[in-house]
Each structure stands twice: as structure tokens, then as C-alpha cells.
């Protein structure tokens, strides 16, 4: 986990509300990725972005939003649109194109 | 193209036996495959990595082999230990060139419980 921080651990959302995960890492990496991980399956990729200002949609990147104002943040919104919300979520950064390290994640919620 | 599979879905090991978890891909432009371990309510941490240019790399207990032409590799963990119950994550990457910068592609993950 060392170097990068997710908060909160858990989250509770209500119906039709936003709600925000934050990342944040000191290892300088320049790429950071976000992650959904369901019950007995694999990690599968929501956003990720390689620069300040830029960021990609990945596999899975409706009703979720982004935002890389700072090298060190990477927030993650999931949003009404996003019916089925309750997922284990995980955000990793990297540099280069191979290796990747994870944060301890944030367990999502709904009431 | 994209798909890395993995197997098997769950594995039940006694304490000081060998775990063996294998994974396939089809897309011959990867070249980068790391192992993840995973504990739970945790993030995934990094085990080891290969490169397809060597067929076997060991590090203490843990080894990867690799078969390029079969296009799998597989994960060994030597003298199984209780401390070694967690899921592992096979991976996949090209890291030269294209646009998927970093993008990994991973396996589905096998939980592994060793009894002691």
C-alpha cells in the first residue's frame, strides 16, 4: 500500500446520490488507474489516466467520472447513472507501461 | 484477444505442498506478466514478473514459468504455507509502443487456501 492512500475505507451511498473516492499518491508516479473488483472476479478497469489533465475511459466507464487535476489525485465519482454500485474499489499507480501497485481500497455500499 | 484466463478458480493445498496456478492469453503483443497477491479486504500487491524472453524465474518460493509458444505461464509456490491463503491475480501487458499505456489485463484470480 505504502505511497498511495484511499479514503474513505467505506462508503455508504443512497440512491441517486454521487459519491466521491478519493486516491492520492506520493511515489510521483505519472499514471493512475481505477479499478472495480466484484466478488470472485478479477480486477476490471474503470479509468486511468497517464498525464495531469488527461484521462482514458477504460473498460467499464459508464456512470463513473474522473478527474486528474494534480500528479498526486486521482478522484473517482461514481454517479446516479451507475446502477449497480457495490463493488470493492481500487486505485494503483504506475510508471511506465508494466508494473502497477494498489492502494488498500475503499469497500462501496449502497443503502 | 485481450482475455488472460486463468485456473483454477479456487485450490486447496496442505502446509509444505506445491500450488500451482496457470494462466493463458491470446494476444502474442504481450510481454510483460506479473503475479499479484491479494489478501483479503486489501489491495493487491505485486509477487513477481516475467518476461517472455526467459521460461522460468524464481524468486524464494515463488517461481513462474513460462511457454511462449503454448502462450502460458503458470505460477509454483513451494512449501505451501497458511500465510500463503490469499487470491492470486495473473496479469498481462505490452509495454512497448500503442496506447494502452500500462493497461494490464488480468486473469479472473485463484483463491488459495493452504491447511495447516
Known amino acids: 500500500d505504502g505511497g498511495i492512500t484511499q479514503s474513505p475505507k467505506y462508503l455508504f451511498r443512497k440512491e441517486g446520490q454521487n459519491v466521491t473516492l478519493s486516491c492520492e499518491q506520493n511515489?510521483?508516479?505519472?499514471?493512475m488507474y481505477w479499478y472495480r473488483q466484484d466478488p470472485g472476479q478479477g480486477l476490471r478497469l474503470i479509468y486511468y489516466?497517464?498525464?495531469?489533465?488527461?484521462?482514458q475511459k477504460g473498460d467499464i466507464a459508464e456512470g463513473y467520472s474522473v478527474s486528474r487535476e494534480k500528479k498526486e489525485s486521482f478522484p473517482l465519482t461514481v454517479t446516479s447513472a451507475q446502477k449497480n454500485p457495490t463493488a470493492f474499489y481500487l486505485c494503483a499507480t504506475g510508471q511506465g507501461k508494466k508494473t502497477q501497485y494498489f492502494g488498500p481500497g475503499t469497500r462501496l455500499l449502497v443503502l | 484477444q485481450q482475455q488472460v484466463k486463468q485456473s483454477p478458480q479456487s485450490l486447496i493445498v496442505q502446509k509444505g505442498g506445491i500450488s500451482i496456478i496457470n494462466c493463458a492469453y491470446e494476444n502474442t503483443a504481450f510481454d510483460y506478466f506479473p503475479w499479484y497477491q491479494q489478501f483479503p479486504g486489501k489491495g493487491p500487491a505485486l509477487l513477481i514478473a516475467i518476461r517472455p524472453d526467459v521460461s522460468e524465474k524464481k524468486e524464494g518460493r515463488f517461481t513462474i514459468s513460462f511457454n511462449k509458444s503454448a502462450k502460458q505461464f503458470s505460477l509454483h509456490i513451494m512449501d505451501s504455507q497458511p500465510g500463503d491463503s490469499a487470491t492470486y491475480f495473473c496479469?498481462?501487458?505490452?509495454?512497448?509502443?500503442?496506447?494502452?499505456?500500462?493497461?494490464?489485463?488480468f486473469g479472473q484470480g485463484t483463491i488459495l487456501t493452504v491447511h495447516p
Open positions: 511515489l510521483n508516479h505519472d499514471a
Open positions: 489516466s497517464q498525464i495531469v489533465n488527461d484521462f
Open positions: 496479469a498481462a501487458t505490452h509495454s512497448r509502443g500503442g496506447t494502452s499505456y500500462g493497461k494490464l489485463t
